[in-house]
């Protein structure tokens, strides 16, 4: 299957402090990534679409000024999390899909930590 | 809306089989996704069904009710690595990829 790299698989940061997590599509052209959040012990939880070249999509309850996205090239999608606080401490992962057809499969970055102390 | 909901945990022998199961409700319906999750990691993809029946994929099988809204996971010949999250995820309306998941069921293989 094709590869999606997410970086860093780890971080810590103090309270008030942004921290950017990248996600690339490393042996595809990605239209589409998918921001995730996880807590311990639940599902996923969508959090947002980054489309390539154009704003990305928010879920109710997810704020865009505190959670930004950027999906500047086909191949790389960021999400900063601004401020962050110890409620942010959660683990995030990118999605990445070059088709939008029926069964095509999103392919998962290895996640990242995120502390915040 | 849409809403989906499986067992929260599961134990299992090693060389047996597991069924995990699924429900689901949808406002439409563009398949259903099995994903599994070793703790601290990404999903890994493990199958996909969008009509009704059985697929089989190696020791691991997945069935597929629209009509009942439900699906399930048959995990064969259990190994230690299995034991997981097992992670139900289905389309929101209208887009393919844009996934809904399920809580996840963790399974424990034991000896």
């Known amino acids: 299957g094709a590869v999606v790299s997410q970086h860093p698989s780890r971080v810590i940061c103090k309270s008030g402090t942004s921290v950017k997590i990248e996600c690339r599509s490393l042996?595809?052209?990605?239209?589409?990534m998918f921001w995730y959040r996880q807590f311990p012990k639940q599902s996923l939880m969508l959090m947002a679409t980054?489309?390539?070249?154009?704003?990305?999509?928010?879920e109710q309850g997810v704020e865009k000024d505190k959670f930004l996205i950027n999906h500047a090239s086909l191949t790389l999608s960021t999400l900063t999390v601004t401020s962050a606080h110890p409620e942010d401490s959660s683990f995030y992962i990118c999605?990445?899909?070059?088709?939008?057809?029926?069964?095509?499969?999103?392919?998962f970055g290895q996640g990242t930590r995120l502390t915040v102390v | 809306g849409q809403n989906i909901d499986q067992p929260t945990e599961m134990t299992a022998t090693e060389g047996a089989i597991v069924q995990i199961n699924c429900t689901y409700q949808?406002?439409?319906?563009?398949?259903l996704f099995w994903y599994q999750q070793h703790a601290g990691e990404a999903p890994t993809f493990l199958s996909y069904?969008?009509?009704?029946g059985l697929e089989e994929k190696g020791r691991f099988s997945s069935f597929l009710s629209r009509s009942k809204g439900y699906s399930y996971l048959l995990l064969k010949e259990l190994q230690m690595k299995d034991s997981a999250s097992y992670l139900c995820?289905?389309?929101?309306?209208?887009?393919?990829?844009?996934?809904?998941f399920g809580a996840g069921t963790r399974l424990a293989v034991h000896p």
């Open positions: 999605s990445a899909t070059g088709g939008a057809g029926e069964g095509t499969e999103a392919f």
């Open positions: 042996d595809f052209q990605a239209t589409t």
């Open positions: 980054s489309n390539e070249g154009s704003k990305a999509t928010y």
């Open positions: 949808t406002s439409g319906f563009n398949g």
């Open positions: 069904n969008v009509l009704d």
């Open positions: 995820a289905v389309p929101f309306s209208g887009g393919y990829n844009k996934l809904i």
